[in-house]
């Protein structure tokens, strides 16, 4: 397992990922293990994070339409061919790859899942989610929301709840939360224009809300963002 270890670090090394390995243990059967990764900011609030599981296996059944085979190959080559754009190319692809992953694990769940994703397969709660995300910065109130998806204010509330963990206004305000802290992390707008953003009427009302909700002011979470730790791939 060490020679093993030491030998994918080599080839780590040597390659942007994904990388593929291939191992042939003197037997009938050869195994193929490609490799690749994909960053996505887990705090402070992250729906779809949180919702799924540590692994997800697309049995090879599924996947006979070669959909993921074909996203799989490409990434390969972007990889290997160092062409102009590549860094870009790979980038959209690994999102592709993760969106049709979820894809099939969301149409695999049982019918009585409860969950964020499972939410999204309803159609009233699903809408709900939909307009929350389209216009996180408008003055959502529950009527509003519940005439929106058709559904009366009380039937939206539970139903919500049931699936989301909790009410919509509050995960509202977690979601401006999250666009929020990846404004402040990635744009070097003003607090005062994120504020406008994600439906804070002024710097003050929303440095109150984040750190209501985050536990930290704003210019502390972008301080701390700002100084980053090195990716795996800037390592080697």
């Not at 769940?109 to 709660?125: F, K, M, Q, T, Y």
């Not at 977690?174 to 929020?180: D, K």
């Not at 710097?203 to 979470?221: H, I, M, Q």
Request: net charge positive; proline share 6%.
């Amino acid at each position: 397992m060490r020679g093993q270890r030491e030998d994918f670090a080599g080839v780590a090394r040597a390659s942007r990922l994904p990388i593929s390995i291939k191992r042939d243990g003197g037997g009938p059967d050869r195994a193929e293990i490609i490799c690749g990764f994909l960053g996505c900011d887990a705090r402070p609030f992250n729906p779809l994070l949180s919702t799924l599981p540590r692994v997800i296996h697309v049995p090879r059944r599924t996947a006979e339409d070669g959909v993921l085979e074909q996203l799989i190959k490409l990434a390969l080559v972007e990889s290997t061919a160092r062409r102009a754009g590549g860094e870009a190319a790979l980038a959209r692809v690994s999102e592709l790859l993760f969106v049709e992953v979820v894809r099939r694990h969301v149409a695999a769940l049982p019918a009585e899942n409860v969950s964020w994703l499972a939410g999204l397969r309803d159609p009233h709660i699903g809408g709900a989610l939909g307009k929350l995300h389209e216009r996180p910065a408008h003055d959502w109130s529950l009527d509003e929301l519940a005439r929106e998806v058709g559904i009366s204010r009380s039937v939206l509330a539970e139903r919500f709840s049931h699936y989301v963990g909790v009410a919509p206004m509050q995960y509202l305000a977690q979601w401006r939360m999250q666009l929020a802290a990846s404004m402040l992390s990635n744009t070097s707008m003003s607090l005062g224009e994120i504020a406008g953003q994600v439906g804070y009427g002024s710097e003050a009302a929303l440095s109150r809300a984040y750190k209501r909700w985050v536990g930290v002011a704003p210019a502390d979470w972008r301080r701390g963002k700002r100084v980053r730790t090195p990716s795996p791939a800037e390592r080697h």
